[in-house]
């Protein structure tokens, strides 16, 4: 059983939503009803922004989350057993730096004195630019020596668009990554972005953007063999976005829109003017509430929450 969570649905700016990041919660047994009897078996985070361990904090208060708190009322950050990253934004990175030193100083087996590593995934050119990059500032030196990104994550490295290379598991669920046209600096795709796409080995799929500007058709196929689709969506017009806009998704047929759910979006969420051009499509994703992404009840669909 796998569902989806996100910790936040807002754009990088926004305020009132968090970013955009997920949780994904496998168990390997089914259950029912809302909230779920045990803790999951296996966890991953696609992505954990500079909002992330806001998210988490008032995530793990909800019913079904308290294996993210700690008894003290922290986070308990061993609970994150993978952490996918799709691009070296703030919004989707940002929180990696408080996750490694609180596993590394706080979390850390006492008797062994080796810290919590959850496993971090992405290619190999995101991995080398995130610690170069973005990471290394703030952790390149532990008490004494100096420090690399394996003293905080394992690390797990995929290859985009190479079969067998660009696929990793949360138990039977496959995630085949992607490129998205997100930013280009001379080309499309060469600055490197991704989305995903999960596949259930008993029937269904389910289609996550990632940041991108419109691409319908590189991942037509994808969201028409999708159960539930996940877009990406600025909900203002603007020259040269980074982002696919609302007036874009909406050139989407009628039959995805209806299965689509739209998220990345910015504070005015709720203005009445956008209400008619939003009701064309299953809805905006909720932050906090899980989705139950391959249901095998008939009365229960995977774009209503679970919580």
Not at 51 to 60: E, F, I
Not at 83 to 89: A, D, E, L, R, S
Not at 177 to 187: A, C, K, L
Request: proline share 7%; aromatic share 14%.
């Amino acid at each position: 059983m796998l569902t989806m969570t996100f910790l936040g649905v807002g754009s990088a700016f926004a305020k009132r939503n968090y970013n955009a990041n997920i949780l994904f919660e496998l168990w390997r047994d089914e259950w029912d009803g809302n909230v779920p009897p045990t803790p999951p078996d296996d966890t991953l985070l696609v992505d954990f922004g500079v909002t992330g361990p806001l998210a988490l904090y008032a995530l793990k208060e909800r019913p079904g989350f308290e294996y993210l708190r700690t008894p003290s009322g922290g986070i308990s950050y061993p609970a994150i057993r993978k952490v996918f990253i799709t691009h070296q934004h703030a919004d989707h990175i940002g929180g990696l730096e408080e996750m490694a030193l609180m596993n590394t100083f706080v979390f850390n087996d006492r008797n062994t004195g080796k810290p919590h590593k959850p496993e971090v995934i992405s290619t190999i050119n995101i991995l080398v630019n995130l610690w170069d990059h973005s990471l290394k500032g703030g952790l390149n030196t532990i008490q004494n020596r100096y420090a690399l990104l394996q003293d905080y994550f394992f690390i797990r490295a995929l290859i985009a668009c190479k079969p067998g290379h660009n696929t990793f598991s949360v138990g039977p669920y496959v995630f085949e990554i992607f490129p998205t046209d997100h930013v280009h600096i001379e080309r499309k795709y060469d600055w490197p972005s991704y989305g995903l796409f999960v596949s259930n080995p008993k029937g269904g799929a389910a289609f996550y953007s990632g940041d991108t500007r419109f691409d319908y058709p590189a991942y037509m196929r994808m969201m028409e063999r999708a159960t539930i689709c996940f877009h990406d969506c600025q909900l203002f017009d603007q020259q040269e976005s980074v982002h696919a806009t609302l007036s874009e998704c909406r050139t989407l047929p009628a039959a995805i829109k209806q299965k689509t759910l739209l998220y990345h979006y910015g504070d005015g969420f709720d203005d009445k003017a956008l209400a008619p051009a939003l009701a064309e499509f299953k809805g905006l994703a909720r932050p906090q509430e899980r989705y139950h992404l391959f249901p095998v009840r008939p009365d229960r669909s995977p774009d209503r929450p679970l919580t």
